[in-house]
């Protein structure tokens, strides 16, 4: 059956109890599903079973440092624990934390350490665990590729065994939400000085422990009896499935190999909710997709060039063709509907404008177009299915493009990271409720996922505003600056929102998805036999 409700309000919260109002109002979402407090449950918890999963991306490494997708962030979450965790409505909650104080000036949060938590070696996890993962996610050099989410960071302090200390250059209003991320998950300390390599075997404090990793293949977690949430997880273990071929993928749910997936191919939707013993949800979140043209070359180092392909795009074509309509087309700003800090900007037909995309492409000096190639990762499936269409947009201005695809991790080292591309595409899964998870990265100098190599100051400035200003009010007015800004420079190009296809079998019970597509949640959920 399907659950595809809309007007559901989608709150945030505010990230200071001394009534700082630093981050959060309740707005209406669309496109969403009724999402239950995390405390609800439905039925009596039932222990055993093992839950199996269905995913088509490879992770890309297990250490909260170096992690730099979505899928490795989903088998983080798993393993590793954080201070903070987010609830079904992306509500932050204390969790290694059992409680937290912020000084009347928002500088200083002091967390108070939930006693007794065991590593799955056995070591206890203390206040130095959690210094040392923030010093080492703060180093010069880290590689961390969300290092703005830690750059207000002044100092840590383990004020005794279960009490930290933060101390923050300037308010930072998505500062509790960033506690709550899977590369702020806290890693032991002694294990990593040993030399242990967390990115080939995961040891956190998390739900479920890491068991094995075959590429390309499957990940196996067994259940961590010592969980500090007494009785969870419910479940004996997780198996999850890495099937890169889609079709394989909706066979191995409709036949029950696996009996869970949220990445249930577009094409195959209707089938699979359809079937009976399956439960289909639809849910808009953070999961949007962008064209990404390398800003230090030539042409693309025009900003006119750069927005004539954002108005050659047909929206409309990519939400039908590569969705089965599914997905909701950008035509503003990244920040979605369903969040706060949406500005409610229109600026591309939904069809593509070809004749004002060819008048932008003749200011810039390319009246005939030119050649250039796009690269595309073959093991998302949606990013291959798309790219055809692009190629078809831009060539009806004269741009020549020749496409190519690369498997995950290799394109991660010779393509993203270096940033040897003339076109390529990504797409975010935000784990955060705050506009700033939107924009910071994408848009902000020098930031790791910044891969188009863009630099604005304008843009830097109205970022750091957004995110210190000291109300909800204030920091909504620089959000709507920021895509308006975003629109006219256009380093990045946004193209669509895409839903979340989510379908798991009906003896799954209490799972909560969460906006983000991720499956923390997944603790709180059980087998029925």
Known sequence: MSSDTRNTSFPVI?????????????????????????????????????????????????????????????????????????????????????????????????????KGVKFHNGDELTAEDV?????????????YSYASQVETIKDVTAVDPHTVKFTLSVQTGPFMTYMAFPGS???????????????????????????????????????????????KPYVDGLEMHLIA????????????????????????????????????????GSRFYWLIPNNSIKPFDNAKVRQAIAHVINREAIVAGTFFG??????????????????????????????KAKALLAEAGHPDGFETTMTMVSSFPAMVAMAPIIQANLASIGI????????????????????????????WVSPLADPDDFVFNNYGCGTPINVQKSCSPGMDAILKQAKSAPTVDERKAEYVKQQTLSL??????????????????????????MRSGFLKTLKDAWLEA
Do not use: C
Not at 203 to 210: A, E, N, T
Not at 490 to 498: E, R, Y
């Open 185 to 231: 998950s806290i890693v032991p300390k002694k294990l990593v000085e040993s030399g242990h390599d967390l990115n080939a075997k995961p040891i956190g404090s998390g739900p479920f422990k890491f068991v094995s990793y075959q590429p390309r293949s499957m990940v196996v977690f067994e259940k961590n009896k010592d969980f500090y949430e007494t009785g």
């Open 131 to 143: 210094k040392f993962t923030f010093d080492r996610l703060r180093k010069p050099g880290s590689g």
């Open 326 to 355: 599914q997905a909701t087309p950008i035509l503003g700003g990244t920040i979605p509907e369903w969040n706060w800090g949406y500005a409610g900007l229109k600026v591309f037909n939904p069809k593509g404008d070809v004749e």
């Open 488 to 513: 006219e420079e256009m380093p990045i190009v946004p193209l669509v929102n895409a839903w979340l296809l989510i379908a798991h079998t009906d003896k799954l019970k209490n799972y909560k998805p």
């Open 245 to 284: 071929d889609v079709t394989a993928l909706t066979n191995a749910v409709l036949s029950g190999t696996v009996n869970f997936s949220n990445e249930i191919p577009p094409k195959d939707w209707q089938t699979v909710q359809a079937t009976p013993g399956m439960v289909g949800k639809t849910l808009e």
């Open 400 to 427: 020549k493009a020749t496409i190519s695809t690369m498997e995950v991790p290799r394109y991660w080292d010779e393509i993203w990271g270096p940033s040897k591309f003339d076109i390529t595409s990504m797409y």
């Open 14 to 114: 505010s990230m200071n109890r001394r009534n700082l109002l630093l981050s959060g109002v309740a707005l209406t979402a669309t496109l969403a599903m009724p999402i239950l407090s995390a405390h609800a449950q439905e039925g009596t918890p039932v222990s055993g079973g093992v839950l199996k999963l269905a995913f088509t991306a490879d992770p890309a490494g297990f250490d909260p440092a170096m992690g730099p997708s979505g899928m490795s962030h989903v088998v983080i979450e798993q393993v590793y624990s954080t201070l903070m965790s987010l609830d079904p409505d992306a509500k932050p909650y204390p969790d290694l934390a059992e409680s937290y104080d912020v000084s009347k000036d928002g500088l200083e949060y002091t967390f108070n350490l939930r």
